[in-house]
T-cell receptor, first 113, second 115 residues
Framework: AQTVTQSQPEMSVQEAETVTLSCTYDTSESDYYLFWYKQPPSRQMILVIRQEAYKQQNATENRFSVNFQKAAKSFSLKISDSQLGDAAMYFC??????????FGTGTSLTVIP | DVKVTQSSRYLVKRTGEKVFLECVQDMDHENMFWYRQDPGLGLRLIYFSYDVKMKEKGDIPEGYSVSREKKERFSLILESASTNQTSMYLCASSLAPGGLGNEQFFGPGTRLTVL
């Protein structure tokens, strides 16, 4: 079984500052991916970033980067230079070989102007 | 761009009604998924399908069924709607080959209220 835990239901950040969203997971899969999805108030979920568990190098997508600690089963998302458009619900997820996703409970991010 | 559409953004039904939620994707994806999203619970998988006429139960299939007669369309059916099925329903699709890391693309969601 796979479980994903997001311990921060709500976070806030000042515009232009950096914020880190936490995620821990548990899985029995030998190979898996980790994902961060963003759900803006309009409700369409979009992929922010993904990381293959076998890759040691942390994934980066523009202002978004991850800190992947495999031994600790931790996968945090760092947002640099936060913008008003980053305000959303963020979900962490893992996948299995059948492309089934297991989602955390989400973190609601507020960006303060 | 992949587009996943859902038949309704908002739906209000009465207890006991049969409810159909439709999802269509336009990128020839093999995999399709139905989730429900509730505050504090995240997204929970109801059913998924790897191919036409195939279906697999997810974590919370009770009270739901699905139909996939065509590759692009995946329907979620509430046989007899109950108030505890009031929720946001999200559909998603993904490619099958190399499935492990494939992104799931989501529809806009259907907010269902059962009175």
């Amino acid at each position: 079984a796979q479980t994903v835990t997001q311990s921060q239901p709500e976070m806030s950040v000042q515009e232009a500052e950096t914020v880190t969203l936490s995620c821990t997971y548990d899985t029995s899969e030998s190979d898996y991916y980790l994902f961060w999805y963003k759900q803006p108030p309009s409700r369409q979920m979009i992929l922010v970033i993904r990381q293959e568990a076998y890759k040691q190098q942390n994934a980066t997508e523009n202002r978004f980067s991850v800190n992947f600690q495999k031994a600790a089963k931790s996968f945090s998302l760092k947002i640099s230079d936060s913008q008003l458009g980053d305000a959303a619900m963020y979900f962490c997820a893992t996948s299995n070989t059948g492309n089934q996703f297991y989602f955390g409970t989400g973190t609601s991010l507020t960006v303060i102007p | 761009d992949v587009k996943v559409t859902q038949s309704s953004r908002y739906l209000v039904k009465r207890t006991g009604e049969k409810v159909f939620l439709e999802c269509v994707q336009d990128m020839d994806h093999e995999n399709m998924f139905w989730y429900r999203q509730d505050p504090g619970l995240g997204l929970r998988l109801i059913y998924f399908s790897y191919d036409v006429k195939m279906k697999e139960k997810g974590d919370i299939p009770e009270g739901y069924s699905v139909s996939r007669e065509k590759k692009e369309r995946f329907s979620l059916i509430l046989e007899s709607a109950s108030t505890n099925q009031t929720s946001m329903y999200l559909c998603a699709s993904s490619l099958a080959p190399g499935g492990l890391g494939n992104e799931q693309f989501f529809g806009p969601g259907t907010r269902l209220t059962v009175l």
